[in-house]
């Protein structure tokens, strides 16, 4: 797990954020920010070394994982403010951090008060506990581990590129090796034609983004309930 975070923080681009190594001063509460997203995903993922499931969505959202170091997982969530998701699903007993900065301009009052937070990230940890999975039996995650932003500022969101989707696929390969023989349930035609391209077999749902959410959750039925 150690060897797979390093390689992680290794990766630098000028047109998206590595949130375990890239420290935002107009966002990021202090420069140990990306130290505290680096702990909470390798706590993650260290809980889930058994895992049944790999939900692989797209890219980070500036609201979710940017801030959390977690694919689909909001800061809300970790900082208990979230009204249907405890942070102990996602990391058990642990030293709950925020690492956006309330003080920045750039939050709204909501987000200053109780950090961001992603529908993404509340419609996918719904669905879970709808389905009863146990949470540490799934792992949520991206094809493009990092968050791509438009040239109009860190807090928008991008829809990765070709090139970012091929290099991604080398992380996801490395993840699956580590926690071998779980089902992949890619989020999204890109995750999907990607993890396919790559001979990766998977199952795939709409992504819940862009009024999308209900087609998600059916299509997740259908695969609980044929199983």
Known sequence: MEKFLASLQNYHSKISFNPWADYDPSCDISIEAPEIRRENLLRY???RKNARYLFIAEGLGYQGGHFSGMAMTSERILLGHHPMVRPQVVLGEWHYQRTSNPQSHLLNAKQ???????PTATIMWGCLAQHHLAPFQTILWN?????????SGILTNRTPNREELETGIEYAQKLMS???HMQIIAIGRKSADTLE???ISCQAVPHPSMGGANKFRAALSDIFTNE
């Open 143 to 151: 094809i493009f581990p990092f968050h791509p932003f438009k040239e």
């Open 197 to 199: 391209k790559f001979g």
């Open 112 to 118: 200053k008060a109780e950090g961001f937070n992603e």
């Open 178 to 180: 580590l926690v071998p």
């Open 45 to 47: 993922l260290t809980l």
